[in-house]
């Protein structure tokens, strides 16, 4: 069995990438367990000298969760051609422990435009020691569409695609602790 965390760079509700990731937990084959890592927006400000210390708990409880997947399952919107700083904070929280280094993510885009994000995405994930798994990095268009996740995984030209990014994630899962 597999446990996924998901991890949503909006912070919106009803946003396309949160939709991605309900859709992919839909289509997941029995045994695969996901976690909707939602409280993002609740970290507070990112600083090195809060590190010293004891953590905040929700930074605590972030780098559990972290640590407890088996993968990490990303979609994340681009904000002014960059990565949303509220996300960007979540991830420098992850720097300073030993739960992050070596964990295989799948990167999921909800839109062909956010290719910029993308990239920056992927240098901070590798300069973290993050380990991107290519073939589990999909985009589709799903950009103004309103599709639930429901709609999304009945969606008979996404779910193939869906379907073949979190393979590759849970093969490379696989293939690390085994």
């Known amino acids: 069995m597999a446990h996924v965390l998901t991890l949503c760079g909006s912070l919106r509700a009803a946003s396309s990438n949160r939709s991605l990731l309900r859709a992919t937990e839909r289509i997941a084959p029995v045994g695969v367990v ?3 890592f939602d409280g ?8 090195p000298d809060i590190e010293a210390g004891p953590l905040p708990a ?3 409880h972030f780098r559990a969760r972290v640590g ?3 993968a990490l399952l990303i979609s994340c919107p681009e904000y002014a051609r960059g990565i ?3 996300f960007k904070n979540a991830l ?6 030993h739960e992050f280094p070596g964990k295989p993510i799948a990167l999921f885009n909800a839109s062909p435009r956010a290719s910029d ?4 995405l992927r240098l901070v994930l590798s300069t973290m020691s993050g380990r991107v798994v290519d073939e589990a990095a999909i985009t589709v268009a799903l ?3 309103g599709m639930e996740a429901e709609a999304i995984a009945a969606d008979p030209a996404l779910r193939p695609k869906i379907e073949a990014g979190l393979a590759a994630l849970l093969a490379a899962a696989s293939s690390q602790s085994g």
């Open 84 to 86: 949303p700083g509220a």
């Open 143 to 145: 950009l103004s569409m």
């Open 92 to 97: 420098d929280w992850l720097v300073g422990g």
């Open 117 to 120: 994000a993308q990239a920056a």
């Open 34 to 36: 996901f976690e909707h």
């Open 68 to 70: 407890h997947a088996d």
């Open 58 to 60: 929700p930074v605590a």
């Open 40 to 47: 993002i927006g609740e970290l507070p400000h990112f600083n």
